[in-house]
T-cell receptor, first 116, second 112 residues
């Protein structure tokens, strides 16, 4: 079964540094997402991406965050200047169709970001 | 009111028990509904979609009540391996995109 893959599995960085989290969505999917989960809290929507542009973003997704699909396969999340509160598990997800229907989100196994 | 609300639990049940989880959502225009399972420090994995007519997959039964904006999940004959957090997820279309919103999850611990 096709999978969403994310790298690295764990990233440790110092406060103020830039990080790039990488994802390879399922190849024929068109809709891409980033979610995050702070330890002990719920899975929160960050941003959705379709047709090479952001479709929607949450309040969390401020100017420090950006997403890019630099080629036909990768989908990246960049945090420009990390803060301690950015420490979380970041999940990439993809979907084949708008509205999900019976084809809901497929999640990658996440990148654990630790900001020290 | 939270977009998607769940009782966080934990629910501690003996093996073989039947357990039910509930979820309510605030957006009456929500389109699709799902239950995901999340193991500790892992990604959410789809357990089942939820339909108005109700649907069953082995020991798992999901129900949707659109009028009450309520979703349920019933697990029969609980196994130790069912221990996990169960996330209710609701999709909505915002005019530009669809997104999936999760509840906080309900933790289930099945014991011997």
């Amino acid at each position: 079964e096709p999978e969403v893959t994310q790298t690295p599995s764990h990233q440790v960085t110092q406060m103020g540094q830039e990080v790039i989290l990488r994802c390879v969505p399922i190849s024929n999917h068109l809709y891409f997402y980033w979610y995050r989960q702070i330890l002990g809290q719920k899975v929160e929507f960050l941003v959705s991406f379709y047709n090479n542009e952001i479709s929607e973003k949450s309040e969390i997704f401020d100017d420090q965050f950006s997403v890019e699909r630099p080629d036909g396969s990768n989908f990246t999340l960049k945090i420009r200047s990390t803060k301690l509160e950015d420490s979380a598990m970041y999940f990439c997800a993809s979907s084949g169709i708008q509205g999900f229907g019976n084809s809901p989100l497929h999640f990658g196994n996440g990148t654990r970001l630790t900001v020290t | 009111r939270k977009e998607v609300e769940q009782d966080p639990g934990p629910f501690n049940v003996p093996e073989g028990a039947t357990v039910a989880f509930n979820c309510t959502y605030s957006n009456s225009a929500s389109q699709s509904f799902f239950w995901y399972r999340q193991d500790c420090r892992k990604e959410p994995k789809l357990l089942m979609s939820v339909y108005s007519s109700g649907n069953e997959d082995g020991r798992f039964t999901a129900q949707l009540n659109r009028a009450s904006q309520y979703i349920s999940l019933l697990i029969r004959d609980s196994k130790l391996s069912d221990s996990a957090t169960y996330l209710c997820a609701v999709s909505s279309y915002t005019g530009t995109a669809s997104k999936l919103t999760f509840g906080t999850g309900t933790r289930l611990q099945v014991t011997l």
